[in-house]
């Protein structure tokens, strides 16, 4: 399907995952364990597409500071990197799972991104993009402080413009946006799909109706719904997933998960349909592991019987 995929990050961060026995607001409280993993939404899916064998390449910017633990974690997954380094440190995003097992996560903003180096990560992008035949771009995640959306459409608009086909995965676009962009892939959660139509969609038949709207510009309209599941819309089909109850460690990176198996499956040769399944059971198999540990080949394999399909046209 496609020949290259290039996930794009130009706010990764260092997921930092601590454990705690005791939640003690007077003294200090002391791990148990430690857990760091290279993140940010499109360094997930470089991770879990180099799990499941998909190649991609992973382009952006980070911060000199603390560059060398996040490549060597990039190394650790098989992710294929190409990073331009500036002067700064990449955000360290926590997460504190206390001993109730509920889980706390604060996500820090990142560094200012000059303009420069977003000029010149667009060369590098177009230099990994020379010579291939059909390319996918993968936005996804949050944007450096002082780069605005506005700015940020007018980037990724000029590779849509050479035709290449763009999955999104950020909070950052309005319906509006998206009409423009024409994506290929969008994978909003539903909150993340609330903000982006501006209505409070109450009711599934809500959310349907604004993908169908969705699908006569956006190839694949996947809107995930955590514990739920998910409503996928295409132009010419629609679908609704939900899987068996599943026991939770961690559901940070489950959308990231979700959208990474779908491209994967898709990249395979297979159907829409069988695709969006894979991409089901590939979330369902992430939220049953800790931190953002990455799925294997296996454990989606595992999930896939548990995944109920209901057309919804
Ligand atoms: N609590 C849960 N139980 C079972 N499956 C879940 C749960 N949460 C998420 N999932 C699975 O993961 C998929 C994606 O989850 P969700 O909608 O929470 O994504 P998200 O908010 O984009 O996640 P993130 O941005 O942290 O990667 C869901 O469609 C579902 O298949
Ligand atoms: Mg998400």
């Known amino acids: 399907m496609f020949d290259k995929i290039i996930t794009i990050s130009v706010n990764p961060a260092l997921d930092v995952t601590l454990w705690t026995e005791t939640m003690d607001f007077s003294e200090p409280n002391k791990t148990t364990r430690e857990e760091i993993y290279a993140a940010g939404k499109s360094i997930n899916v470089s991770r879990v597409l ?34 331009l380094t500036i002067p700064g440190c990449i955000r360290e995003n926590l997460t504190l799972i206390i001993p109730d097992g509920r889980v706390l996560k604060i996500n820090r903003a990142g560094f200012p ?54 999955a999104l995965d950020t909070a950052v676009f309005k319906m509006q946006d998206i009409e423009e962009l024409q994506p290929f892939i969008i994978k909003p959660n539903l909150v993340e799909f609330r903000q982006m139509c501006g209505s409070d969609l109450r009711t599934e038949q809500s959310i349907i109706k604004l993908c169908r709207t969705l699908s006569s510009y956006v190839d694949h309209v996947l809107v ?47 159907s829409p349909q069988e695709a969006i399944t894979y991409a089901v059971a590939a979330g369902s198999a992430s939220v049953m592991l800790d931190g953002t540990d990455i799925v294997t080949p296996k454990q989606v394999e595992e999930q896939i019987p548990n995944v109920a399909v209901k057309s919804i046209r």
């Open 50 to 83: 180099a799990s499941l064998q998909t190649p991609s390449v992973s382009l952006g910017i980070c911060g000199d500071d603390n560059s060398r633990l996040f490549t060597s974690l990039l190394q650790k997954d098989g992710v294929h990197y190409d990073f």
């Open 224 to 270: 995930s719904l955590g514990s739920k599941g998910l409503i996928y819309v295409t132009k010419d089909c629609g679908y609704r997933l939900s899987t068996l109850s599943v026991s939770v460690k961690s559901t940070i990176g489950a959308g990231d998960t979700t959208l990474a198996g779908f491209i994967h499956s898709l990249q395979q040769g297979n």
């Open 113 to 166: 991104v000059p303009a420069d180096a977003m000029k010149q990560l667009k060369i590098r992008i177009e230099k990994e993009m020379d010579g291939c035949g059909n390319v996918l771009l993968v936005f996804a995640g949050s944007l450096p402080p002082n780069i605005t959306p506005e700015a940020y459409k007018s980037y990724i608009l000029s590779f849509r413009r050479k035709g290449v086909a763009l």
